[in-house]
């Protein structure tokens, strides 16, 4: 991979983390329209570098929101900071769960399942279409709603579903107020990112093959235009949600997802 297809993985990225659209569809896409092509390895541990990048946006985004969640994990106290801290180790089990149990069968499907991605992506739409017509959308995140949003975030973890797609909308249907939805998602997501990126550290520290073949200056690229990129696609989602416009990513969703499947039949 060279460094401008890491710039443009990072752009998409950035963009698609935060936006309703799936960014791990996106880079497979990416991927499967740039004239270099990388084995499902590498296209995992990108993705995984990438998501990184966009995780430290969301720190820098919610810092406070986050200060939050540590001093109710870190105090004896039933508050609220203590129950936020709770609901957002609750909605981290189901993707945690799938993400340690399922892992082979979750690698089989990146790497040019373009098909699969474009099918996904209109399961996406879907969701998104019916989230924009929801109504009385005023409730508060609670306990049990934290497992639903989580179940909805681990389905996420395939290609073509937009992991923040799923859990605003699921917020949004089960009628949780549309801003507070979308601070959730993008909160609940940060420490499965820092497990994974651990995970996958310790894994390549132990193959010295790995460590050897791996292209860091391309990852490092990648990251750096995801992270900045992604700043900018955080703000703009939060004030895009407010305002019920998830239908025109609906939309997009659709017509991305038609594209590719058609475009995967006619190669055949």
Known sequence: MDLIEAIILGIV???TEFLPVSSS???ELANYILPSKIDPEESLLMVTVLHF?????TIIIFRKELARVFKGLFQFKWNDETKFSLKIILSMIPAALVGVLLE???ESFFGGQIMFVGCMLLFTGALLFLADKAKNTNKEVGFFHSLIIGASQAIAILPGISRSGATISTSVLLGIDR???ARFSFLMVVPLIFGKMAKDILEIMESPESIANTDYLSLGVGFVFAFFTGLIACKWMISLVKKAKLRYFAFYCFLVGLISISA???SK
């Open 264 to 266: 995967e039949l006619f």
């Open 104 to 106: 082979d069968e979750i």
């Open 25 to 27: 569809g996106h880079i």
């Open 53 to 57: 990048a966009t995780a430290m946006s």
């Open 179 to 181: 801003e507070k939805a």
């Open 13 to 15: 990225q950035g963009l």
